[in-house]
């Protein structure tokens, strides 16, 4: 059980109680997925206070690169300094709080100049030039530097937390880059082959529990059920991510595999979900940000080692099952169940698990329902 947790602090719903036991245990009551006062919890609790995957070292190969993006209703942004030290900051200009960049890029000046004003920035956060300012009684620009944000790494995946207070990444995440590159051991010098964005109409956790179980597969994804051997060969489940290893079947034409071969899932609180698929060196990472309580802006990095994006044509069969298949079906799944959480007619269902964890379980639905009770329970700490 979640640390935050206690017994008697678990939810109930019209079947019953939520229980630590996936065994025994109802699902997450339906108003988890469409009450505005926990989405609004979960801002401040869970997106706001955890380690959030944004991008890769890639993205900022070389001094001057940025990239920004928008992680717990945030504008953030992530840099490489002249000293090759990739840092985050609030996007936001220090004066008036102006946006400073947008999108990504290379900086062409000497640091980061706000449009507004012109405020500049060296690529350390420190404040270099204020326009007008030599007048003003008492300006320090040493007390007007950006606000800089906690970040880590892990495999070349880049991570941020917005919480001042958080614990170091390796604390938190402990075991996870290690465990990426011991089955993905160059993955750190790999480059983005493509990046997708979707809007889902569905709250983030749906989305997140869709990718959290395979007991779907057979049925909502015919040719995935191709690919993938309906059998679990290693489950490890940590405080803040879990890793699941299966076996490839044959495939299908187009995407022929040799049976046995490996079959890699990862999933990291609180919205990161990744899978290697077999055939071809790749990985493939799902954020699943949320966008309002019924709304999900699901982003798709599809990672491979340089050159091969356009050459392989196993990772391009991938790649084209993953956007105009897999994805496609998943979105239609998930914009279902959101509608049948928003009716009277459902409130709490079953997590269905055994003993052993087999591929079809429930067990790590299970474990991220826990993550997110966990989580909204610290604030009554």
């Not at 998943?330 to 509608?339: A, F």
């Not at 429930?362 to 604030?379: C, D, R, S, T, Y």
Request: with cysteine; proline share 5%.
């Amino acid at each position: 059980m979640n640390k935050h947790m206690k017994a008697e602090n678990l939810p109930a719903g019209d079947r019953g109680t939520v229980s630590a036991d996936p065994l025994t245990s109802f699902t997450l009551p339906s108003r988890y997925y469409t009450d505005e006062a926990i989405y609004r919890a979960e801002m401040r609790l869970v997106h706001q206070k955890s380690w959030v995957y944004v991008g890769h070292v890639s993205d900022v190969a070389e001094p001057g690169m940025y990239f920004t993006d928008t992680v717990g209703e945030q504008p953030v942004l992530v840099v490489k300094g002249r000293d090759a030290k990739v840092r985050a900051f609030y996007n936001v200009c220090q004066h008036r709080g102006h946006e400073l960049l947008s999108g990504a890029g290379r900086l062409k000046t000497k640091g980061i100049s706000c449009p507004y004003h012109a405020w500049l920035y060296r690529l350390d956060g420190a404040l270099a030039a204020a326009p007008m300012t030599q007048e003003l009684k008492g300006f320090d620009k040493s007390q007007f530097a950006l606000k800089e944000i906690a970040i880590g790494f892990a495999a070349g995946l880049i991570f941020i937390n917005l919480d001042p207070a958080c614990a170091a990444f390796e604390t938190d995440m402990g075991g996870f880059d290690d465990n990426i590159e011991s089955f993905l051991p160059d993955v750190a010098n790999w480059v983005v082959a493509e990046r997708l964005n979707y809007d889902i109409k569905a709250n983030w956790k749906v989305v997140v529990d869709n990718f959290s179980e395979a007991y779907h597969i057979p049925i909502a994804h015919p040719q995935l059920s191709k690919v993938l051997e309906q059998e679990m060969v290693e489950f490890v489940e940590q405080p803040r991510w879990t890793f699941n290893r299966f076996k490839s079947k044959g495939g299908f034409p187009g995407l022929e595999l040799t049976p046995g071969s490996p079959y890699y899932a990862w999933q990291a609180w609180p919205h990161l979900c990744m899978l290697s698929l077999p055939g071809s060196d790749n990985l493939v990472a799902l954020r699943m940000a949320p966008d309002g309580v019924t709304r999900c802006a699901e982003r798709v990095d599809i990672y491979t080692p340089a050159g091969e994006a356009t050459s392989d044509p196993k990772l391009l069969a991938v790649r084209d099952l993953f956007m105009h298949m897999f994805n496609i079906e998943d979105i239609s799944i998930v914009e279902s169940v959101q509608k049948g959480l928003q009716s009277m007619g459902f409130d709490q269902g079953r997590y269905v698990c055994d003993g052993a964890t087999s591929w079809f379980s429930e067990i790590q639905l299970h474990w991220f329902h826990m993550q997110v009770l966990g989580a909204l329970a610290a604030e009554n700490d």
